[in-house]
């Protein structure tokens, strides 16, 4: 009878007794300290490859520039103004992109996660929709949007509101029935369990299609700014393709990098702040 009750006992709470001669067990998932400057590593190490293959003659100068050819390139750019210019042109196009494709896809998630009408009409036409290549649109959205500007943040505005509406989406139908139940309870109306409860919920996923999205912004821009444009860093990378100017689409392209990578950290460093409550491994 006793060894029955010992064996329902959960794994956390029996102790194992430390074994003479051996070693701690290591703790599972990351270790507490942080490595410095970790996100680094991997890029400076892609780099040291790169300059190792330029330097023996295994990467031909009109194939890919070598990296200080690269870097003589970017600050010749910067200094003339160039390519601050075309930063700025790009940033305002992902910029408003991405705001009108986030509010849109928090909005209709909202209503397709909470409401059973919305779930029929919205939900289904989503993951519908999804499933398209977003670039596949770019012929029919310059028949629709024509060639100007409105088109590039369009395609943007597209790119980046299926990452969040799916992840945002999902968070909130997956909302467990208790949160509802303790709504009821306390008697929070509408507008209370939106802010208290469905929000916060939400919050997760939301951060999690954020990111997404990001990183979308930028693969969708290269092309749009293809698209009869005369500035932005996709404008740039196509006139250097016309001259075979490898230097200067790679600094296209290492840039269009930086702004995924800052882009990226400064949404996750916000996750962190405005998801503080939770406890996780990362």
Do not use: C
């Not at 959960?10 to 410095?36: E, I, Q, S």
């Not at 910029?95 to 209503?111: C, H, K, N």
């Not at 999804?130 to 409105?150: C, N, Q, S, T, Y």
């Not at 395609?155 to 999902?170: E, M, R």
Request: hydrophobic share 55%.
């Amino acid at each position: 009878m006793t060894a029955a009750v010992r064996g329902t006992e959960p794994l956390a709470a029996t102790p194992v007794p430390a074994a003479a001669g051996r070693r701690p067990p290591r703790p599972l998932g990351p270790r507490a300290r942080r490595v410095p400057f970790a996100r680094a590593v991997g890029p400076l190490l892609l780099l040291a490859v790169w300059q190792t293959a330029s330097a023996v003659g295994w990467l031909a100068p009109e194939t890919l520039a070598p990296p200080g050819t690269v870097a003589a390139t970017g600050w010749d750019l910067a200094r003339s103004g160039q390519l601050e210019h075309h930063l700025w042109v790009s940033l305002q196009r992902a910029g408003i992109g991405l705001v009108f494709g986030v509010a849109a896809a928090v909005l209709l998630a909202l209503a397709a996660g909470l409401t059973r009408i919305g779930e029929a009409v919205i939900d289904g036409t989503a993951q519908l929709l999804r499933a398209l290549p977003i670039l596949a649109l770019v012929p029919l959205a310059i028949l629709w949007f024509g060639i100007g500007e409105e088109v590039k943040i369009i395609l943007v505005a597209l790119g980046v509101f299926f990452p969040v509406y799916v992840n945002t989406q999902a968070v909130l139908a997956g909302l467990d029935l208790k949160w509802v139940e303790l709504a009821q309870a306390v008697r929070l109306n509408r507008r209370q369990f939106l802010l208290r409860i469905a929000l916060p919920g939400a919050a997760p996923g939301f951060f999690t299609g954020l990111r997404l999205s990001v990183t979308v912004s930028w693969l969708v821009l290269v092309v749009s700014e293809q698209i009869n444009a005369s500035s932005g860093i996709g404008y740039l990378m196509t006139e250097a393709r016309t001259f075979g100017q490898t230097d200067v689409i790679v600094v296209g392209l290492v840039v269009y990098g930086l702004l995924g990578l800052v882009s990226d950290t400064l949404v996750r460093l916000l996750e962190r702040k405005a998801l503080r409550w939770r406890t996780t491994l990362a």
